[in-house]
T-cell receptor, first 113, second 115 residues
């Protein structure tokens, strides 16, 4: 069975550029979560969706970050413009609605120079 | 955001030794989860706990849901080199159930096993 799929796995970009991270949740899961992981702050929840609707975006650091979920099988996290402090590993996770167990993707390692 | 207090932060142990780590919170949780993260990968679920006092095993791993609902423990018996990684606890707070399940994560325990 396919797990959560994320792309790209690695992204290196220059400050000021737009970055788009992509996620395909596990088929049948209707909750999707975006996390950021850094050494200093650990795992931080950025935003989560239920049935394609954003439920809580209070973790989004600033307006440069935006996330969409146009359908049940695809979500994007966009950073525009990117800054060096955005460098981190970004994870997508999915779950059944109402279930506590989340399944994580392999992550996207973002480096902003 | 809120994080759970997880200890120890790191451990160096010898192969064959038993390992214990724990997570505490000032808030009550109704679900506790334990994940392991290998380098370059996402966290993988090890054990899920749903009831206070519950004790659940998965091979050499055993986890317990504290009676107070404010803590959880993970034990690894007879450690092997592939146990190396970062272990995270995660909890779902009372009141977070419903249409989506937001989790609060611990700060992680980095485990290193020497031969």
């Amino acid at each position: 069975d396919a797990g959560v799929i994320q792309s790209p796995r690695h992204e290196v970009t220059e400050m000021g550029q737009e970055v788009t991270l992509r996620c395909k949740p596990i088929s049948g899961h209707n909750s999707l979560f975006w996390y950021r992981q850094t050494m200093m702050r650990g795992l931080e929840l950025l935003i989560y969706f239920n049935n394609n609707v954003p439920i809580d975006d209070s973790g989004m650091p600033e307006d440069r970050f935006s996330a969409k979920m146009p359908n049940a099988s695809f979500s994007t996290l966009k950073i525009q413009p990117s800054e060096p402090r955005d460098s981190a590993v970004y994870f997508c996770a999915s779950s059944f609605s109402g279930g506590a167990v989340q399944f994580f993707g392999p992550g996207t390692r973002l480096t902003v120079l | 955001g809120q994080q759970l207090n997880q200890s120890p932060q790191s451990m160096f142990i010898q192969e064959g030794e038993d390992v214990s780590m724990n997570c505490t919170s000032s808030s009550i949780f109704n679900t506790w989860l334990w994940y392991k993260q290998d380098p370059g990968e996402g966290p993988v679920l090890l054990i899920a706990l749903y009831k206070a006092g519950e004790l659940t095993s998965n091979g050499r791993l055993t986890a317990q849901f504290g009676i107070t609902r404010k803590d959880s423990f993970l034990n690894i018996s007879a450690s092997i080199p592939s146990d190396v990684g970062i272990y995270f606890c995660a909890g779902q707070m009372m009141g977070d159930t419903g249409t989506a399940s937001k989790l609060t994560f611990g700060t992680g325990t980095r485990l290193q096993v020497t031969l």
